[in-house]
């Protein structure tokens, strides 16, 4: 488990931007799914930043795009940036 691993959230507008810092791994990636879960259908856009990530562990980015099924609907909404960001985005992401 990731004990460094944190997300710190904004809303500005109709834009939900996620930061996040630390290690990503098994524990992290749920950690997303969850605030992904809860807040993603709240905004027109989810901005997640990766460039405070650490290392990326296979089995983070496993778990984070096997259970990415359950964001189906918001997935076309979610954009991912940072120089991490093509380590962790599903398939079909938007990386900028």
């Known amino acids: 488990m990731a004990t460094s691993f944190k997300i ?4 500005n507008s109709d834009n939900l931007h996620l930061r996040l ?3 990503f791994d ?6 997303l799914l969850e ?17 405070g990530l650490g290392e ?4 983070g980015q496993g778990v984070f ?8 609907e918001e997935l076309g909404k979610i954009y991912f940036t940072g120089d991490k960001a093509q380590f962790i985005a599903p ?3 938007v990386c900028l």
Do not use: C, N, W
């Not at 710190?8 to 809303?11: A, L, N, P, R, S």
């Not at 605030?35 to 460039?51: E, M, N, P, S, Y």
């Open 8 to 11: 710190v959230m904004h809303e």
């Open 21 to 23: 810092a630390g290690d």
């Open 26 to 31: 098994g524990s992290s990636a749920s950690q």
């Open 35 to 51: 605030v992904l879960k809860d807040r993603a259908h709240t905004a027109q856009r989810v901005f997640i930043h990766t460039a």
């Open 56 to 59: 990326i562990h296979p089995f």
């Open 65 to 72: 795009e096997k259970r990415t099924s359950e964001l189906r």
């Open 91 to 93: 398939d079909q992401s």
